[in-house]
């Protein structure tokens, strides 16, 4: 069965950076376009970040543009997203989401990796 | 990139109907026919209920349905029932490969 695990959260000083990863299983990680969404503490969803398939090309919420980048690495099934000059704002639990193909939307999500950014 | 206009609640008795509005722009909503819908329970992942504005994934009741006029869309749920209660929340294709979340509606069952 499909699978999505984020590991990689944790507390972080303000202005920090932090690399969180998605293992993917169950399904060929390679065939599939990938997202990374967040939802702060009490708060909806938002989307943070797109890749493609092949990881060749990548977009980016307003919010977070210039600040995170996402990757994948198609040969360790592993999604990641790279985020540096951490804010406050950016506490959320950051999830992982699979692109059911030529959808726009996301049909398997991971349970999420809690990022706190605090001083 | 401004968030989706969803109401931050709505109710409805069991066997009941309650449709959920999505409000959104010519920018997203309007402009293309890629709007979802996903169920949240708390503390747990989104379940994708509704995609391209009116289609169900595999094991999706059809309970659950969905339509779009101009820039607004709608999620109805009809027969109510006690498992329906969640919080629910659609996106929008936004173009450029960005997506737009609405604020999430939290239906109760009454």
């Known amino acids: 069965q499909v699978q999505l695990v984020e590991s990689g959260g944790g507390v972080v000083q303000p202005g920090r950076s932090l690399r969180l990863s998605c293992a993917a299983s169950?399904?060929?990680?390679?065939?599939?376009?990938m997202d990374w969404v967040r939802q702060a503490p009490g708060k909806g969803l938002e989307w943070v970040a797109f890749?493609?398939?092949?990881?060749?090309?990548?977009a980016y919420a307003d919010s977070v543009k210039g600040r995170f980048t996402i990757s994948r690495d198609n040969s360790k099934n592993t999604l990641y997203l790279h985020m540096n000059s951490l804010r406050d704002d950016d506490t959320a639990v950051y999830s992982c989401?699979?692109?059911?193909?030529?959808?726009?939307?996301?049909?398997?999500w991971g349970q999420g990796t809690l990022v706190t950014v605090s001083s | 990139q401004s968030a989706l206009t969803q109401p931050p609640s709505a109710s409805g008795s069991p066997g009941q109907s309650v449709a959920i509005s999505c409000t959104g722009t010519?920018?997203?909503?309007?402009?293309?026919?890629?709007v979802s819908w996903y169920q949240q329970y708390p503390g747990k992942a989104p379940k994708l209920m509704i995609y391209?504005?009116?289609k169900r994934p595999s094991g999706v009741p059809d309970r659950f349905s969905g339509s779009k006029s101009g820039n607004t869309a709608s999620l109805t749920v009809s027969g109510l029932q006690a498992e329906d209660e969640a919080d629910y929340y659609c996106?929008?294709?936004?173009?450029?490969?960005?997506?737009?979340f609405g604020g999430g509606t939290k239906v109760t069952v009454l």
């Open positions: 989401a699979r692109d059911l193909i030529g959808t726009y939307s996301c049909d398997y």
């Open positions: 169950g399904f060929t990680f390679s065939d599939y376009a």
């Open positions: 890749i493609t398939y092949d990881g060749g090309i990548t």
């Open positions: 010519s920018s997203d909503v309007g402009g293309y026919n890629y």
């Open positions: 391209e504005v009116s």
């Open positions: 996106s929008s294709y936004a173009g450029s490969n960005s997506w737009v």
